[in-house]
């Protein structure tokens, strides 16, 4: 069965540390791993996208790392600010169909104190 | 920024009501997507569209209906809504050969 489970579902850091949140997969075949991030009550907003080949991508503050033979993600968030509080939701996408069928997890709730 | 606009932000109905939820892009998208999520769990896909008069039913059974008759307007519609109906509806695009899913900011929906 293909499933996306993520961990820890969530997490409180204080301002300025550094969390790394974790993403396991089953999806098989494999096409793509996404991060997103939403903040509450708003849509998604994608952070990496990330295909077999590819084993991290930064975007700011934002490390993603892959690693595609134990069929594992995590994000990487470095010096954390108030504004990182939300929920980060690791996706993947297989290459059964012309749409690539996108597999979600429950998201990892995170909170950032001052 | 995202372009791809949902309104009504926010909405309370009484069981029964016919609503419509609207979802529209200026990115000239070909595939359109309709998600809902309850708190603390993953995205369901309900609706999807690859284009103009195409429309395809997702792995979420629902009740709902959606139209694709321009490109950029993806209306999802409930003919007539229950409590279990009660969710965030999410609408989403995606273009050409692009894998990255741009999301509005969704619809609180609430059944009475």
């Known amino acids: 069965k293909n499933q996306v489970e993520q961990s820890p579902q969530s997490l409180i850091i204080l301002e300025g540390k550094n969390c790394t949140l974790q993403?396991?997969?089953?999806?098989?075949?494999?096409?793509?791993l996404r991060w997103y991030k939403q903040d509450t009550g708003r849509g998604p907003v994608s952070l990496t996208i990330m295909t077999f080949s590819e084993n991290t991508k930064s975007n700011g503050r934002y490390t993603a790392t892959l690693d595609a033979d134990t069929k594992q993600s995590s994000l990487h968030i470095t010096a954390s600010q108030l504004s990182d509080s939300a929920s980060y939701i690791c996706v993947v996408s297989d290459r059964g169909s012309t749409l690539g069928r996108l597999y979600f997890g429950r998201g990892t709730q995170l909170t950032v104190w001052p | 920024e995202a372009d791809i606009y949902q309104t009504p932000r926010y909405l309370v109905i009484g069981t029964g009501k016919k609503i419509t939820l609207e979802c529209s892009q200026t990115?000239?998208?070909?595939?359109m997507y309709w998600y809902q999520q309850d708190p603390g769990m993953e995205l369901h896909l309900i609706h999807y569209s690859y284009g103009v008069n195409s429309t395809e039913k997702g792995d979420l059974s629902s009740e709902s209906t959606v139209s694709r008759i321009r490109t950029e307007h993806f209306p999802l519609t409930l003919e007539s809504a229950r409590p279990s109906h009660t969710s965030q509806y999410l609408c989403a695009s995606s273009g050409q050969g692009n894998e990255k899913l741009f999301f509005g900011s969704g619809t609180q929906l609430s059944v009475l």
């Open positions: 990115m000239g998208h070909d595939k």
């Open positions: 993403c396991n997969y089953t999806v098989s075949p494999f096409s793509n």
